[in-house]
C-alpha cells in the first residue's frame, strides 16, 4: 500500500510540475523524492510521470491517482480534525462550495462569522455550478456545498436551509414590485438575458416556459450572476433569478423585482453521504442554517410575496 510520504511528494511534483521545484516546496532533498516516487510507480505497476528535460508531466494513470490522492487526503485530514475535536474546537481545513446565488446573501457573511469564531480552522471557497459542485463534493473535494435542488443530487446527504421565490428581475424603470406576482406567461415578448445551456436554473426556466407554452425571447447569454444583474440594471433586458441573488441589487435600488407565482428554489447543503462531517463541517452548516432562517425571514418582512 502507497505510504503517505511518498502521496504527498508525487502531489507536490503533479502541483509544481517538476522534481527540484517539489524538493524546494517542500524543503526537502531532492532525490529522496525521486527515491519515494520510484517506489511508488514500482509498488502501482505504472508510471505516473513521464520525465523531461523541464520537469514532469502526469501520464493518464497519474492524474487518475492524483484525483484520488485528493480525496484519500482530505478523508485523512478530516479524520485528524474529528479526533482532535473531541477534545478541542474545530480545527484543519474546510472546503466550502457555493453557487453565486447565496454568495453575498448568506455564504460570505456565515464565512467572515465562522472565521472569527474558529481562528484554527483554515478555509477554502470553491464557487461553481450547481453540476460541479455536486461531484466535487461526491468526490471528497469539498466538504460542504450550499446549492438548490433543481438537480439531482443522488449520492449526496442534504439539509435544508431556505425557500427562495424565483423573480422577474428588471430594470428599477419597469417598476416590478415584490408584492405584486407575476405569472411564467408574463415572460413571453420579454427581452430576456438568461445564463446559456447546461445551467440548472436555465434548464428549470425552458421547463417552465414549455408547460406555460410560451417561448422565450433571450436576446443575451451570460453566465455570470453579477453581470447579468448589472446588464439588467442598465435597461433593455430581464432576467430570472431567486430573490437572494437580487437582493444586494434591490437593496441598492438598481433593479426591481416581482416574485414568480408559484415558483421557489430550495437550498440545500450537500455533503457526501459516506463521509463522516468533521466538527468544522458540522459547526459551518449549523452557522449557515441560522444565517438563512434569519435573513430569509427578514427579507420576507421586507418584500412580501
Not at 209 to 237: F, K, T, Y
Amino acid at each position: 500500500m502507497p505510504n503517505l510520504r511518498a502521496i504527498r511528494y508525487f502531489l507536490a511534483v503533479a502541483e509544481t510540475g517538476g522534481f527540484s521545484r517539489a524538493a524546494e516546496k517542500l524543503r526537502v532533498a531532492q532525490p529522496s523524492i525521486t527515491t519515494q516516487i520510484q517506489l511508488l510507480e514500482h509498488e502501482l505497476g505504472v508510471p505516473l510521470l513521464i520525465r523531461h528535460r523541464r520537469g514532469a508531466v502526469l501520464t493518464e494513470a497519474g492524474l487518475y491517482f492524483r484525483e484520488q490522492s485528493l480525496g484519500i487526503l482530505r478523508q485523512i485530514d478530516a479524520l485528524g480534525s474529528d479526533t482532535r475535536a473531541h477534545a478541542n474546537e474545530p480545527s484543519g481545513s474546510l472546503v466550502v462550495g457555493t453557487t453565486p446565488s447565496l454568495r453575498t446573501f448568506a455564504v460570505v457573511p456565515v464565512v467572515r462569522r465562522f472565521c472569527g469564531d474558529h481562528p484554527a480552522v483554515r478555509i477554502r471557497m470553491v464557487e461553481a455550478t450547481t453540476l460541479v459542485l455536486r461531484d466535487l463534493v461526491s468526490n471528497n473535494q469539498v466538504d460542504a456545498a450550499v446549492v438548490p435542488t433543481i438537480e439531482v443530487l443522488d449520492g449526496l446527504d442534504t439539509i435544508p436551509l431556505a425557500t427562495d421565490p424565483l423573480c422577474l428581475v428588471g430594470p428599477i424603470e419597469a417598476s416590478l414590485c415584490m408584492d405584486e406576482p407575476r405569472q411564467i406567461v408574463d415572460l413571453k415578448g420579454l427581452p430576456l438575458l438568461i445564463a446559456s445551456q447546461p445551467n440548472s436554473f436555465r434548464k428549470l426556466l425552458d421547463r417552465l416556459a414549455a408547460r406555460a407554452g410560451i417561448d422565450l425571447n433571450i436576446r443575451i447569454e451570460a453566465d455570470a450572476l453579477p453581470l447579468s444583474i448589472d446588464l439588467v440594471g442598465a435597461g433593455g433586458c430581464y432576467t430570472v433569478a431567486t430573490l437572494g441573488a437580487a437582493s444586494e441589487a434591490l437593496d441598492r435600488g438598481l433593479v426591481s423585482a416581482a416574485p414568480i407565482q408559484g415558483v421557489a428554489i430550495t437550498w440545500v447543503v450537500a455533503t457526501a453521504r459516506e463521509r463522516s462531517r468533521s466538527a468544522a463541517t458540522l459547526r459551518f452548516i449549523e452557522m449557515l442554517q441560522q444565517q438563512c432562517a434569519e435573513i430569509f425571514a427578514a427579507r420576507a418582512g421586507a418584500h412580501p410575496s
